[in-house]
């Protein structure tokens, strides 16, 4: 499960530097690479997800490096959000 979320952690930060490079250079096709980035992302995120808490799975304990990422993505995320409507 570590090398799932450093794949996660990877394209992240990925995106984000993608994001960086189309603020200031941006033409079409960087626009459509930052896109299937991002959407990339997000379902490798709702995968860990569903793979996390899926019904039937019991209690679940997240902690350790996973605890660390999921609110390492919430972070991300969460400034890619307030990205967006600055922009």
């Known amino acids: 499960m570590d090398w799932y979320l450093y ?4 394209i992240k ?3 984000l530097l993608l ?3 189309n603020k200031f250079h941006s033409t079409p096709e960087s626009k459509k690479r930052l896109d299937l980035v991002e ?9 860990l997800m ?5 019904p ?10 996973t605890k660390l990422f ?3 993505f919430a972070v991300l ?3 890619h959000t307030i990205s967006d409507f600055i922009v």
């Open 19 to 21: 994001f960086l490079k």
């Open 56 to 65: 039937g799975k019991g209690n679940v304990c997240v902690e350790k490096e």
């Open 50 to 54: 569903i793979s996390l808490f899926r």
């Open 13 to 15: 930060i990925l995106f």
């Open 70 to 72: 999921l609110f390492m």
């Open 39 to 47: 959407r990339i992302f997000i379902l490798l995120l709702c995968v």
């Open 77 to 79: 995320t969460a400034i």
């Open 7 to 10: 794949v996660l952690l990877s």
